[in-house]
């Protein structure tokens, strides 16, 4: 019967450790899946749209369609930077959607286990619900 060579054992285990990393990775964000989001740009537009979050990124999509600002209506990524039980933080990267489109940050605070309320760095406030 033959052992295994005590070099490939460090190699074994990392490769171990690598996939229990990966499966803790995949189930660490509380708040993965499809949201069903709304904010209020202004007072007489209401912007609907969708937040997927999946571990550390994801997407955003608004509906909004504004011949004034190229920016409206493109999905864009998102990128995690925080994610508890009790808040989602992350942040909208438009600006690898189309040059000049502004980033933001969005902080989410948990409502429920199917509703967010929060608010954008400028100040408008963010609902979402999980699909």
Do not use: Y
């Not at 190699?11 to 964000?29: E, K, Y």
């Not at 979050?53 to 600002?69: C, I, L, N």
């Amino acid at each position: 019967m033959r052992h295994a060579s005590p070099s490939l054992l460090p190699l074994a285990l990392i490769a171990l450790g690598l996939q229990g990393a990966d499966a803790f990775a995949q189930a660490g964000n509380p708040h993965n899946g499809t949201w069903k989001m709304q904010f209020d740009a202004t007072n007489r537009v209401q912007v609907q749209g969708t937040v997927d979050v999946k571990d550390d990124g994801g997407a955003w999509k608004t509906e909004a369609r504004d011949s004034r600002d190229p920016c409206a209506g493109r999905e864009a990524p998102i990128v995690v930077r925080s994610a508890t039980p009790e808040k989602l933080v992350f942040r909208v990267i438009r600006s690898k959607v189309l040059a000049g489109c502004p980033d933001f940050s969005v902080t989410m605070n948990r409502v429920d286990d199917n509703n967010l309320q929060g608010a954008m760095g400028n100040g408008w406030k963010v609902q979402m619900t999980r699909q």
